[in-house]
């Protein structure tokens, strides 16, 4: 996804049979910075997205359950998250994918979009 500030990018492999890993990464100009290590598995009987961010949460890692799927959108949720609360995905195409995270942060409502397009 191309920002003003370079590109927020995902990149996803399959490992295992019961698990997807991912990087959420920022390239800007020459320069790239990973943020964000994902895992998507089973665990304890249904699917948990596990976040660890750079620079966040004393290095933790942070599940969240599957809350819902409806549509082809999956959500998965965290309550007790200070933010995000949600991190939701959409496949919308052969080659584009939405992405987002929402929650209340700081007392009020905040909703992050990525629209991602595979590039190969």
């Known amino acids: ?9 995902e990149s996803w492999k399959k490992t295992g049979t019961k698990a ?3 990087k959420g990464f920022r390239i800007a100009g020459k320069d790239t ?3 964000e290590n994902t895992v998507i598995t089973m ?13 966040q949460n004393e290095g933790k890692s942070i599940p ?3 809350l819902s799927v409806h549509n082809g959108i999956y959500q998965f949720n965290n309550p007790t998250h200070d933010y995000p609360q949600t991190v939701g ?3 919308v ?19 992050i979009d990525f629209h991602y397009k ?3």
Do not use: P
Request: glycine share 14%; aromatic share 8%.
């Open 89 to 91: 995905y959409q496949l």
């Open 20 to 22: 997807l890993t991912g």
């Open 1 to 9: 996804m191309k920002t003003a500030k370079g590109y927020i990018c």
């Open 118 to 120: 595979r590039e190969m």
């Open 93 to 111: 195409g052969k080659d584009s994918l939405n992405a987002w995270i929402d929650g209340i942060n700081k007392g009020a409502k905040k909703r």
């Open 64 to 66: 969240f359950k599957l």
């Open 43 to 55: 665990k304890d009987g249904g699917l948990v997205y596990i976040a660890t961010v750079a620079g």
């Open 33 to 35: 910075t990973v943020e």
